[in-house]
C-alpha cells in the first residue's frame, strides 16, 4: 500500500495564543502578545503572497470571485473562517492567520502551510457542494520531533512525513462520509490522498499524486 512518505491563521480565541510560539524556520521564541505572534506568521508567507508563486487549481475556476474557508483544528479548538484568496493573489493576513491555527499545537510551532493545500481544500468543499461548511483538521503541521515520536508510536505514520514540510492535512467532515471525501479527494488529481477509516479522517497532501487505503484497512 502508498504511504505519505517523501523521498530526500477568522476567529483565533487570544487566550489560547497567549504563549510562547516557536517559528520553526528561524527557531526563534515569539513573546506573549498575540500581535507579535501575528508578525510572526505574516513574514512566513510575505513571499507566496507578494510574489504570487503558486496558481490555483484548475478545478477552483468555477468557484469565481474570493475564496473562502471554515476550518476549526480540532486540538485547540481555534477556528478561522475568512476570505484566504481575492482577486488573483493569497490575503497575507488570512494565510499568517491559518499558519497559526495549524501550528504543531503539542511543540507550539508555527510553519508556513503550503497555500495550495488552501485551495485544495475549497475545491474539494465546491465539488461537495459544502461551501461554507466547517472542516475540522485532525492534524496539521508536525515538528520532526513530534513526527518522529508518533512514528515510533504507530506504523500509520511515515517517519519522513509531508506533514513535516506542512504540505499535509488529516481532515473530516461532520456529518459527512469518509468514503465521499475521499473519492472527491482523489477526483482532484492532486497531491497524495489516504483513506484512514478507523481513525476517521482523511489525509491529503500537495506531493505527488498518490493514493492509499481505499480499501479501509488504514
Known amino acids: 500500500m502508498a504511504s505519505e512518505t517523501v523521498a530526500p491563521l477568522s476567529s483565533l480565541p487570544c487566550s489560547s495564543l497567549d504563549k510562547p510560539v516557536k517559528v520553526s524556520a528561524a527557531a526563534e521564541t515569539v513573546d506573549h502578545s498575540r500581535r507579535r505572534l501575528l508578525g510572526v506568521g505574516l513574514g512566513l508567507v510575505a513571499a507566496t503572497a507578494a510574489g504570487g508563486l503558486l496558481k490555483p487549481a484548475e478545478a477552483l475556476a468555477a468557484i469565481g470571485g474570493p475564496r473562502k474557508l ?11 473562517t475568512s476570505v484566504y484568496w481575492r482577486d488573483g493573489r493569497y490575503v497575507p493576513d488570512a494565510l499568517q492567520k491559518l499558519n497559526i491555527l495549524l501550528r504543531d499545537h503539542r511543540a507550539n510551532e508555527v510553519h508556513r502551510i503550503d497555500p495550495q493545500l488552501f485551495d485544495l481544500l475549497a475545491a474539494i468543499s465546491h465539488k461537495m ?3 461554507g461548511t466547517q472542516i475540522q483538521i485532525v492534524s496539521a503541521y ?8 508518533r512514528a515510533s508510536e504507530s506504523r500509520g505514520v511515515a517517519r519522513n512525513s509531508y506533514h513535516i514540510q506542512g504540505m499535509a492535512l488529516d481532515i473530516r467532515l461532520p456529518g459527512r462520509d469518509l468514503r465521499g471525501i475521499y473519492n472527491t479527494a482523489v477526483a482532484m488529481g492532486e497531491g497524495g ?8 479522517f482523511v489525509h491529503v497532501d500537495t506531493g505527488p499524486v498518490r493514493t492509499w487505503g481505499a480499501k479501509g484497512r488504514a
Open 70 to 80: 471554515s476550518l476549526k483544528n480540532m486540538n485547540t479548538g481555534e477556528s478561522f
Open 129 to 131: 457542494d459544502i461551501a
Open 142 to 149: 508536525r515538528a520532526p520531533r513530534t513526527n518522529a515520536q
Open 193 to 200: 490522498v489516504g483513506f484512514y477509516r478507523r481513525s476517521g
